[in-house]
C-alpha cells in the first residue's frame, strides 16, 4: 500500500516561495520604473497660465426660492451692469459652509461674478479656453464680453464635481463667471486656466479621470466584490463575512450611483436620490467597522448594534420627508465621522494587544478611509482649498483591497488547515489499514491454528476411543501376567487393525450402512480367525441404507457384543452375518453354529440388558433365537426411516 | 499362486525408513523362492539413485520419507520404467486418500505393514502379475469418485468400458460394491463368478484410470522440486543433491518449463497439482 504523502512537501513550498520571490524581484523593478515613466509626463496643468488675479462682485438677487426654473431664468439673466461694484480678489475665491447651517427657502440668494481678464490674443495660438479645476454652489455660466457663453444647468450635485471646461471666443477682452449662491450655504471657486483650447481639453480629462472615472471604477469594483460575497455567503450561510462583505459592496454601490446618474430637472426624485447616497455612506462606515470586528474577533455587542442603530436612525431622520434634512446631511457627515472613530479606537486597542497582519492592515485601512473622508468632508464645507479632490471613493479602494486580502488569507488558511487535516487523516488511516492488516494475519493464524487443534482433538479422539481402551485392557492383563504370547499377538493385530480404519472418513457425519459393516469386519476379522471361527459375510452390496455417527457407533457396538459373545460362549465353528432389505427395514442377521442358549437364562444377561438398550435408542427390534444344539441367530430389525435411509450414491 | 510359476524372479525394490519392518520386508522377500530384492533404501534420494539404475518389477514405498515424500519415488518410476515398474505404497493405517493421492501418482496398489508376511508375499506376487488389491474404504472412496466424474455405463463387455476414461463397466462396479460392502477381493470373485485374477486384473484397471500422467519432468528435477518445496534455497539444494547451484538453476529453470510455471510458487503449486510434490 502506499504510504500517505502530504500533498505539498515543505520542499515543494520552499521551491514555489522562491519562484514567488524571483518574480517579484523582476516584477517589482518593472512597477517601478512604470512609475517612474509616468512620473516623467508634465502635468498639462504647467502648460497652462493659471489666472492670479480677478475682480469680484456679489450681485444680490433677493429672496427666490431656487428650482429648476428659477435658476435657469436667472443664469440667462443679464446683470445691470451699472450697479456692479469690482473687488480685487485671488483664487481660489470661496465663501465656506458652516457645519451646522439653516436654509429656509427664502434666504437670500446671491450671484457671485468674477471678471478674468483675457491676455491679448497672439495670432498663430489658436483658440484659447478657460479650465476651472471646481466650482461649487449653483449653475455656473460663462460671460465673454457681456454675452452668455455657456452655462451648466445640471443638477448641482453632479455639476460641482464636474471641472469647467469652456472656449473663450476669439477677440474676447474679458471673461465673466457667473455662480448664483444661497447666503448661508457659500460657495468655492477653485482655480482658474487660460490656455490654448487643445491644452484645456486634455488636462480637463485628466481632471475628470480624478473626479470621475476613478469613482466609477471603484463602483464596478465594489459590485463584483458583491456579487461574489454574495455568492459565497449563499453557499456558507453560517460564515458572517461573506455577508458583511457583500452588504459592503452593496452599499457602495449605491454611493457611486452619484457617479452616473444626473436628476437635472426632477427635483423631488433628486432630493431622495441625495438622501440614499449620503445614508450609504453612513452604513459603509459602519459596515466597515463591523467586518474588521469580525475578522478582528471583537464580540463587542453593544458597540455593534450601537452602531447599526446609529445607521438606521440617521438614515430615518435624513430622509426627505422632513423639512430639516438638507441641513442634516452635514451633520450626518460628522456623525459619520465620530462613529468611525469610536469603531476605529476599539479595533486599534485590539489590534495594539493582539498584532496580527490581517488586524494592522484592517486598521490601517480604516484609518486612511477616514482620514480621506474627513478631508473629502472639508472638502464638501469648503474648508479646503476646492482645487483637492473628492478623496474618499479611493479610501474605499484602498479598504476593498485590504477586504480581498483578508479574505484570502482567511480562504488560505482554510486550505492549508484542511490539507493538513486531510494529511492527518490520511496518516491514521493509513496506520488502521496496516493495524488491520496485521489483526487479520494474527486471525488467520490462529484460524490456522484452530483448525490445526480441532483437527488435533478429533484425532485424540479416535486414538483414545479405539485404541486407548485396548492399550488399557492390554496393559492390565499383561499385569496380572494373564497374558499369553498368542493373546498377546492377538492383542497387538487388534490394535494394528484398529489404526487401519483411523482415517478422515471416519469423522464423517453419514455413512453407508455397508461401510459401517465393511469395518466392523475389519475389525473382527482377525479375532475370528485366531478363535477358529469362520466367519461368513452375506451383506447386499446395495443396501439403501446410511447412518449417522451415532447410530453407527450404537450399531457397531451392538454387534461387536454379539460376534464377541459368540467368540466367548458359543464354541461355533462358523459366524454368519447377513444383511439385507426386507420389507422395508434392514435386517441385520448373527448367526453361529455354537451350542446355543437359553436366552432368558441370568448367566447371559450381564451383555443383553446393555444390547436391548442401544436396540431402543435405534429405534430397532432385537430378536435372539436360540435352540440348544443348532447355535444361536441375533436378529435386529432396523426400520429404513428418514434417517436410516440412504440417497442413491450410484446412477445404474 | 504357486500353479502359476513366473519365468523368473520377481525383482522388488523397497524403500523405507523404518528399519526394523525394512529389514523383515527384506527377509521375507529374500527367503522366498519366486523374489529377488533389488535393493532396500532408508530415504529417497538413496530410493532414486537405485531407481535409476534398476528396473523392479515391484516398488514398494513408504509415503513418509524422512527426505522428502514417497510420490516422488512414484512419479520418477513412472517416467524412468513406465509399466515395467508396478508400484505400490507401504501403509500401515490404509488412509484412502493417501491412496488415491497416490494412484494419481502411478501406485497400483499398497501393502499392509501388519499384514502376515504371506499376505506380503501374496500381495507382490499380485502386483508383479497385473493384478492389485482393495480394500473396502479405498473401493467406497474409488466409487465415490466414480459417480462424482461420470456414473457408471451400462456396457456389457467389460473391456471396451473399461478403456473409456471414467467409466466403469457392471461386473467391475459389482465388484467395487462387494468390496465397499466388506466382502474380501476373493469373496467377492467367488460371488461374482470371477476368477481371482479377474478380479485383481479388473481393480488394476480402476487403478490405472486413477493415473494423472504428470508432466515428464526428470527425477533429477523431481527431487529439486521435492527440497524447493521443503523451503530450501538453491544453495541449499545444490549442497544436498550434490550438483553447483547454477545446474539447480538450470534444472529448476528446466523445470518450470514444463509446467508451465514462470516462477517457483507457480511451479510448485503445478507439481502439487499434478501430485508431483506432498
Same mark, same amino acid.
Not at chain 1, 477653485?190 to 469613482?215: C, I, K, Q
Not at chain 2, 460392502?181 to 484397471?205: F, V
Given at each position: ?162 471641472? $469647467? ?58 459590485? $463584483? ?144 478611509? $477616514? ?103 492390554? $496393559? ?177 | ?21 525394512? %529389514? ?13 530384492? *533389488? ?40 517416467? *524412468? ?74 456396457? %456389457? ?11 466403469? %463397466? ?109
Amino acid at each position: 500500500m502506499k504510504p500517505a504523502r502530504p500533498v505539498s512537501s515543505p520542499e515543494d513550498a520552499l521551491a514555489q516561495r522562491i519562484v514567488w520571490w524571483c518574480m517579484l524581484l523582476i516584477a517589482l523593478p518593472l512597477a517601478l520604473f512604470a512609475w517612474w515613466t509616468y512620473l516623467q509626463f508634465p502635468s498639462r496643468l504647467a502648460q497652462l497660465e493659471r489666472v492670479g488675479q480677478v475682480e469680484v462682485w456679489h450681485e444680490a438677487l433677493g429672496q427666490p426660492v431656487f428650482a429648476q426654473d428659477t435658476l435657469r431664468e436667472i443664469v440667462r439673466t443679464s446683470p445691470d451692469w451699472t450697479q456692479a461694484r469690482w473687488q480685487p480678489a485671488t483664487l481660489p475665491y470661496v465663501k465656506e459652509l458652516g457645519a451646522s447651517v439653516d436654509l429656509p427657502p427664502d434666504a437670500p440668494k446671491y450671484r457671485v461674478w468674477l471678471r478674468i481678464p483675457v491676455p491679448p490674443h497672439e495670432d498663430g495660438r489658436g483658440r484659447l479656453g478657460l479650465l476651472g479645476v471646481r466650482v461649487m454652489g449653483g449653475p455656473w455660466a460663462v460671460w465673454a464680453d457681456g454675452q452668455l457663453q455657456q452655462a451648466n444647468l445640471s443638477d448641482w450635485r453632479i455639476q460641482w464635481n464636474v471641472p $469647467l471646461r469652456t472656449a473663450v471666443p476669439l477677440g474676447a477682452r474679458e471673461l465673466l463667471l457667473a455662480v448664483p449662491y444661497a447666503g448661508p450655504q457659500g460657495f468655492a471657486v477653485g482655480s482658474l486656466y487660460l490656455g490654448p483650447m487643445d491644452v484645456v481639453d486634455t488636462a480637463w480629462r485628466e481632471r475628470n479621470l480624478l473626479h470621475f472615472d476613478m469613482p466609477r471604477m471603484m463602483a464596478f469594483v465594489a459590485v $463584483l466584490m458583491m456579487i461574489l460575497s454574495f455568492h459565497l455567503a449563499w453557499a456558507r450561510p453560517r460564515e458572517p463575512y461573506f455577508k458583511l462583505l457583500g452588504f459592503n459592496g452593496l452599499v457602495w454601490t449605491i454611493s457611486c450611483l452619484q457617479y452616473f446618474f444626473d436628476a437635472t430637472g426632477q427635483d423631488r426624485l433628486a432630493v431622495w436620490f441625495g438622501s440614499a447616497v449620503d445614508s450609504s455612506i453612513t452604513w459603509t462606515v459602519v459596515m466597515a467597522c463591523i467586518f474588521a470586528f469580525e475578522i478582528e474577533g471583537i464580540r463587542a455587542p453593544r458597540l455593534r448594534s450601537g452602531l447599526v442603530i446609529y445607521a438606521a436612525i440617521s438614515t430615518l431622520l435624513t430622509l426627505p420627508l422632513w423639512d430639516w434634512q438638507k441641513n442634516a446631511l452635514i451633520a450626518q457627515h460628522y456623525f459619520n465621522v465620530l462613529a468611525f472613530v469610536m469603531g476605529l479606537v476599539v479595533l486599534g486597542a485590539r489590534v495594539w494587544r493582539h498584532p496580527r497582519r490581517e488586524g494592522i492592515a484592517l486598521f490601517l485601512a480604516l484609518f486612511t478611509l $477616514l482620514s480621506l473622508g474627513v478631508h473629502t468632508l472639508e472638502n464638501l464645507t469648503s474648508q479646503k482649498n476646492p482645487d483637492g479632490f473628492f478623496s474618499f471613493p479611493m479610501g474605499t479602494l484602498v479598504l476593498y483591497l485590504v477586504f480581498m486580502y483578508v479574505m484570502s488569507r482567511r480562504a488560505i488558511g482554510a486550505l492549508d488547515a484542511a490539507e493538513r487535516h486531510e494529511h492527518e487523516l490520511r496518516q491514521r488511516l493509513h496506520e488502521q489499514e496496516q493495524h488491520l492488516a496485521e489483526q487479520h494475519a494474527r486471525l488467520q493464524q490462529l484460524e490456522v491454528q484452530r483448525h490445526l487443534t480441532t483437527q488435533h482433538d478429533t484425532i485424540m479422539q479416535d486414538l483414545h476411543d479405539r485404541l486407548g481402551s485396548n492399550l488399557t485392557s492390554a $496393559l492390565l492383563q499383561a499385569r496380572t501376567g494373564a497374558l499369553t504370547p498368542t493373546d498377546t499377538l492377538l492383542l497387538l493385530q487388534d490394535l494394528a487393525d484398529e489404526l487401519r480404519h483411523m482415517s478422515k472418513s471416519t469423522a464423517a457425519d453419514r455413512r453407508g450402512l455397508n461401510e459401517v459393516l465393511a469395518e466392523l469386519r475389519q475389525r473382527v476379522q482377525h479375532r475370528l480367525g485366531h478363535g477358529g471361527i469362520e466367519l461368513v459375510w452375506d451383506v447386499d452390496p446395495a443396501l439403501p441404507a446410511a447412518a449417522g455417527r451415532e447410530t453407527s457407533q450404537h450399531l457397531r457396538a451392538l454387534l461387536s457384543e454379539a460376534i464377541a459373545n459368540v467368540i466367548k460362549h458359543a464354541q461355533a465353528t462358523q459366524i454368519r452375518l447377513e444383511a439385507r432389505e426386507e420389507d422395508g427395514a434392514v435386517v441385520i442377521a448373527v448367526t453361529d453354529n455354537g451350542r446355543g442358549f437359553d436366552p432368558g437364562s441370568a448367566e447371559l444377561g450381564r451383555g443383553l440388558p446393555g444390547m436391548r438398550q442401544r436396540a431402543e435408542t435405534l429405534g430397532a427390534l432385537l430378536k435372539i433365537e436360540s435352540d440348544a444344539q443348532k447355535g444361536c441367530r441375533w436378529v435386529l430389525r432396523l426400520p429404513l426411516s428418514e434417517a436410516t435411509k440412504a440417497e442413491p450414491m450410484q446412477t445404474t | 499362486m504357486r500353479q502359476h510359476p513366473l519365468p523368473r524372479r520377481i525383482t522388488v525394490m523397497v524403500v523405507e525408513d523404518h528399519p526394523e519392518f525394512r %529389514d523383515t520386508l527384506s527377509r521375507v522377500v529374500s527367503e522366498s523362492e519366486d523374489m529377488r530384492l *533389488l535393493g532396500a533404501c532408508k530415504d529417497l534420494p538413496a530410493g532414486l539413485c537405485l531407481l535409476e539404475q534398476h528396473c523392479p518389477d515391484v516398488l514398494l514405498v513408504d509415503l513418509g520419507l524422512p527426505s522428502g515424500s514417497g510420490m516422488v519415488l512414484l512419479r520418477s518410476a513412472q517416467i *524412468l520404467w513406465g509399466a515395467r515398474c508396478t508400484a505400490a505404497l507401504l501403509t500401515v493405517t490404509g488412509i484412502d486418500e493417501h491412496l488415491l493421492t497416490a494412484a494419481a501418482a502411478g501406485a497400483k496398489g499398497y501393502l499392509f505393514k501388519s499384514d502376515q508376511a504371506a499376505d506380503w508375499l501374496g500381495t507382490i506376487r499380485g502386483l508383479a502379475m497385473g493384478q492389485s488389491p482393495l480394500h473396502a474404504k479405498l473401493a467406497h472412496s474409488f466409487l465415490q469418485q466414480f459417480s462424482a466424474r461420470a456414473g457408471v455405463a451400462d456396457a %456389457d463387455n467389460g473391456s471396451e468400458g473399461a478403456s473409456l476414461p471414467w467409466v466403469l %463397466d457392471v461386473q467391475t462396479h459389482a465388484l467395487l460394491l462387494h468390496i465397499a460392502a466388506g466382502y474380501t477381493s476373493a469373496e467377492a470373485a467367488q460371488r461374482l463368478n470371477l476368477s481371482e485374477a479377474d478380479t485383481g486384473r479388473r481393480i488394476r484397471a480402476v487403478y490405472d484410470q486413477f493415473f494423472q500422467p504428470g508432466p515428464c519432468l526428470s527425477p533429477r528435477e523431481l527431487e529439486l522440486l521435492g527440497l524447493l518445496n521443503k523451503g530450501y534455497t538453491f544453495k541449499k539444494c545444490a549442497e544436498l543433491m550434490g550438483v553447483s547451484e547454477s545446474t539447480t538453476k538450470t534444472q529448476a529453470a528446466r523445470a518450470y518449463e514444463k509446467l508451465g510455471a514462470s516462477n517457483l510458487q507457480m511451479a510448485l503449486y503445478e507439481a502439487r497439482q499434478a501430485g508431483l510434490i506432498a
